[in-house]
C-alpha cells in the first residue's frame, strides 16, 4: 500500500507545467515595451497655435508651458500663477537639466502675459525658450 501511494505522488509531480519559462518570456516583453514606449509631456491645456511659414519641430525633452485665452498658466497639466512659473521651470529643469522650454500661448492669449511667463523663464535662469507655432 505504501508503494501505491509513492507510485501516485510520483506521477502528480510529473504532471506539473513549469511556469519559469513563460515568466521570463513575459517580463522580458514588458521591459521591450516599457523601453520602445515614448513617453509625450504635455502641458495641460489645448492651445489654438498660431501659424508661422519658419516654424520648426523640436523632438528633445521639452519643459512645455501653456497659456490660454483667459490667461491662465498650465505646467504639467496644473494651473499655475505667474510668480510660481520659476519655481517650477527651476524644479523640472533640475529633472532634467538639458531641457528646453516651450511656450505654448494661444492666439488669443494677453501679449503682456506671454512677457511675464518669458521673464519668469528667464529669472530660472533657461536661456533656450521658444514659442510654440504650427507651420502654414
Same mark, same amino acid.
Given at each position: 500500500?505504501?508503494?501505491?501511494?509513492?507510485?501516485?505522488?510520483?506521477?502528480?509531480?510529473?504532471?506539473?507545467?513549469?511556469?519559469?519559462?513563460?515568466?521570463?518570456?513575459?517580463?522580458?516583453?514588458?521591459?521591450?515595451?516599457?523601453?520602445?514606449?515614448?513617453?509625450?509631456?504635455?502641458?495641460?491645456?489645448?492651445?489654438?497655435?498660431?501659424?508661422?511659414?519658419?516654424?520648426?519641430?523640436?523632438? &528633445?525633452?521639452?519643459? +512645455?508651458?501653456?497659456? %490660454? $485665452?483667459?490667461?491662465? /498658466?498650465? !505646467?504639467?497639466?496644473?494651473?499655475?500663477?505667474?510668480?510660481?512659473?520659476?519655481? &517650477?521651470?527651476?524644479? +523640472?529643469?533640475?529633472? %532634467? $537639466?538639458?531641457?528646453? /522650454?516651450? !511656450?505654448?500661448?494661444?492666439?488669443?492669449?494677453?501679449?503682456?502675459?506671454?512677457?511675464?511667463?518669458?521673464?519668469?523663464?528667464?529669472?530660472?535662469?533657461?536661456?533656450?525658450?521658444? !514659442?510654440?507655432?504650427?507651420?502654414?
Amino acid at each position: 500500500m505504501a508503494r501505491r501511494r509513492h507510485l501516485n505522488l510520483a506521477e502528480e509531480e510529473d504532471t506539473e507545467i513549469n511556469m519559469t519559462p513563460m515568466l521570463d518570456i513575459v517580463f522580458i516583453m514588458l521591459i521591450f515595451f516599457i523601453v520602445t514606449t515614448s513617453f509625450v509631456k504635455e502641458s495641460g491645456i489645448t492651445v489654438d497655435q498660431p501659424t508661422a511659414e519658419t516654424a520648426q519641430r523640436q523632438e &528633445s525633452s521639452n519643459i +512645455l508651458i501653456g497659456i %490660454n $485665452p483667459a490667461g491662465e /498658466v498650465w !505646467i504639467d497639466k496644473r494651473s499655475v500663477d505667474v510668480r510660481a512659473v520659476r519655481a &517650477s521651470v527651476e524644479r +523640472l529643469r533640475a529633472e %532634467n $537639466p538639458d531641457s528646453a /522650454v516651450i !511656450i505654448q500661448a494661444d492666439q488669443k492669449a494677453p501679449s503682456g502675459l506671454l512677457v511675464r511667463v518669458m521673464d519668469q523663464v528667464r529669472a530660472a535662469g533657461v536661456e533656450d525658450m521658444a !514659442i510654440a507655432a504650427s507651420p502654414e
